[in-house]
């Protein structure tokens, strides 16, 4: 796996010392939570403290701080992984930083989940194999095309791809995705843990589903060929190579300017080039323009592109198996050749 790019030769120098801060922060964030939550509980009336401990609450809740002293096992493991490669300095995040939102770090634990453990394997098999076919049906297999992947989070789609035998680069603007897929790809096979579900307790069915462990990675990237594997880090509007097919997953929506984001794909294909996308559009707090599906293909030919095929799908997004709550986004996936 080579790394195109590293955060300490851009100017977002400060966006990994954020994220860099972010990880370290999460233990006090975790224990700042608990508190709260003992502080609530203190207020129940003394017969209801009891009753409600008789259930079992009062244990779970030790068994949660055992858990988050888990996981930070975890992150601090990332944040050490960013003090090696990229000379991150305690000085530095003293003296520069604003940490990464706590909900943040969450969530790239949840996305390990839904990445690179047999838990995802369910969400992941309904949003990649669609890509990979159109991928394998364009090229075949071992092509040495050249592929890009942006939003790709902590890398598992960019990962499979490179396993077709195409140069991949997975590109991620959050610098802790970044970190995170750079950390999964040098973990053998089940060699971490992490307790995804301990931040919500909400739609909990039992203690044992809400502790639940969650090994990963599923695979084992260091024992696997994946030196056409390539991940940078920084904004894909601003990249310059050329590429035979950009792959684009749960990505589009996150656009200010969606317009922008799709003059980029067609900029940095080379003609003939395919750009496969899949996903829904929900869109973020402040786009300047706000699409339906059909409004936006319907303009892809203004663009420089042609529709050759169209799908559609049903899938969640770095779920919890066991709640007791589910909420499934309707996806959209075309593949466009750039004319």
Same mark, same amino acid.
């Given at each position: 796996?080579?790394?195109?790019?590293?955060?300490?030769?851009?100017?977002?120098?400060?966006?990994?010392?954020?994220?860099?801060?972010?990880?370290? /922060?999460?233990? %006090? $964030?975790?224990?700042?939570?608990?508190? @709260?939550?003992?502080? &609530?509980? =203190?207020?129940?009336?003394?017969? #209801?403290?009891?009753?409600?401990?008789?259930?079992?609450?009062?244990?779970?809740?030790?068994?949660?701080?055992?858990?988050?002293?888990?996981?930070?096992?975890?992150?601090?493991?990332? /944040?050490?992984? %960013? $003090?090696?490669?990229?000379?991150?300095? @305690?000085?530095?995040? &003293?003296? =520069?930083?604003?940490?990464?939102? #706590?909900?943040?770090?969450?969530?790239?634990?949840?996305?390990?989940?839904?990445?690179?453990?047999?838990?995802?394997?369910?969400?992941?098999?309904?949003?990649?194999?669609?890509?990979?076919?159109?991928?394998?049906?364009?090229?075949?297999?071992?092509?040495?095309?050249?592929? &890009?992947?942006?939003?790709?989070?902590?890398?598992?789609?960019?990962?499979?791809?490179?396993?077709?035998?195409?140069?991949?680069?997975?590109?991620?603007?959050?610098?802790?995705?970044?970190?995170?897929?750079?950390?999964?790809?040098?973990?053998?096979?089940?060699?971490?843990?992490?307790?995804?579900?301990?931040?919500?307790?909400?739609?909990?069915?039992?203690?044992?589903?809400?502790?639940?462990?969650?090994?990963?990675?599923?695979?084992?990237?260091?024992?696997?060929?994946?030196?056409?594997?390539?991940?940078?880090?920084?904004?894909?509007?601003?990249?310059?190579?050329?590429?035979?097919?950009?792959?684009?997953?749960?990505?589009?929506?996150?656009?200010?300017?969606?317009?922008?984001?799709?003059?980029?794909?067609?900029?940095?294909?080379?003609?003939?080039?395919?750009?496969?996308?899949?996903?829904?559009?929900?869109?973020?707090?402040?786009?300047?323009?706000?699409?339906?599906?059909?409004?936006?293909?319907?303009?892809?030919?203004?663009?420089?592109?042609?529709?050759?095929?169209?799908?559609?799908?049903?899938?969640?997004?770095?779920?919890?198996?066991?709640?007791?709550?589910?909420?499934?986004?309707?996806?959209?996936?075309?593949?466009?050749?750039?004319?």
């Amino acid at each position: 796996m080579r790394r195109k790019s590293t955060a300490s030769e851009t100017c977002d120098r400060k966006l990994l010392l954020d994220a860099v801060a972010g990880l370290l /922060a999460y233990p %006090a $964030e975790m224990k700042n939570l608990a508190a @709260r939550r003992r502080m &609530l509980f =203190s207020r129940l009336s003394p017969r #209801h403290q009891r009753i409600a401990g008789s259930s079992g609450y009062s244990k779970r809740i030790r068994d949660l701080d055992r858990a988050v002293t888990r996981n930070t096992e975890i992150t601090a493991s990332i /944040a050490k992984l %960013a $003090e090696k490669q990229f000379g991150v300095t @305690r000085a530095e995040l &003293l003296h =520069s930083t604003r940490p990464a939102a #706590h909900s943040r770090v969450v969530e790239l634990l949840k996305h390990f989940v839904r990445d690179w453990s047999d838990e995802g394997e369910r969400e992941r098999s309904v949003l990649m194999p669609p890509i990979l076919d159109c991928i394998r049906n364009e090229f075949g297999l071992r092509s040495g095309k050249r592929i &890009l992947v942006p939003g790709a989070g902590v890398g598992r789609l960019a990962y499979e791809i490179s396993l077709l035998g195409c140069q991949t680069d997975a590109n991620e603007f959050s610098s802790l995705m970044h970190l995170g897929n750079l950390f999964a790809l040098e973990q053998t096979a089940n060699s971490c843990s992490v307790f995804p579900f301990v931040h919500n307790f909400s739609y909990q069915r039992s203690s044992s589903s809400q502790l639940r462990e969650i090994t990963f990675p599923d695979v084992s990237p260091p024992e696997t060929d994946h030196s056409s594997l390539s991940v940078s880090f920084g904004d894909f509007l601003a990249l310059k190579s050329k590429y035979d097919a950009v792959a684009t997953l749960f990505f589009i929506d996150t656009a200010e300017n969606v317009l922008a984001y799709i003059d980029t794909i067609h900029r940095l294909l080379a003609p003939g080039g395919i750009w496969v996308n899949y996903g829904p559009l929900k869109w973020g707090s402040a786009p300047r323009v706000e699409l339906t599906v059909e409004e936006l293909v319907s303009i892809l030919p203004e663009l420089g592109f042609v529709v050759e095929r169209r799908w559609t799908g049903d899938a969640e997004y770095v779920a919890d198996s066991e709640s007791m709550w589910h909420g499934h986004y309707g996806l959209e996936g075309w593949v466009a050749r750039r004319v």
